[in-house]
């Protein structure tokens, strides 16, 4: 079985910095992509940003020149630095993971319990 874990949510005036934090756990064979989506009320849930194990980076248009992806492939751990925060950031952010579980042969793909980030203007 395999664990998603976020932290570093919270409460951040606009143009202010925070840092997201997931770590995988659990039995882990190998990781193919972590990254993040986020979901405001009402609506789906969308691709922030994802990094490969092998250093590949996907950005949402309107992430690109202020939030940076990154991953720790020894750690299982991947973050998500999000600076200039705006108003429209507002959001709680999930953790997703791809990787494939002891013993098996497949990719399957977990998802955290969400942590909320606000930003106020």
């Known amino acids: 079985q395999v664990q998603v874990a976020e932290s570093g949510g919270g409460l951040v005036q606009a143009g202010g910095t925070l840092r997201l934090s997931c770590v995988a756990s659990?039995?882990?064979?190998?990781?193919?992509?972590m990254g993040w989506y986020r979901q405001t009320p009402g609506k789906g849930r969308d691709l922030v940003a994802s990094i490969t194990s092998g250093g590949r980076l996907n950005y949402a248009d309107s992430v690109k020149g202020r939030f940076t992806v990154s991953i720790d492939i020894a750690k299982n751990t991947v973050f998500l630095q999000m600076n200039s925060l705006q108003f429209e950031d507002t959001a709680v952010y999930y953790c997703?993971?791809?990787?494939?579980?002891?013993?098996?042969?497949?990719?399957?793909?977990?998802w955290g319990q969400g942590t909320q980030v606000t930003v106020s203007s």
């Open positions: 997703h993971v791809e990787a494939t579980p002891t013993g098996s042969r497949f990719v399957f793909a977990y």
């Open positions: 659990g039995s882990i064979f190998s990781l193919a992509t």
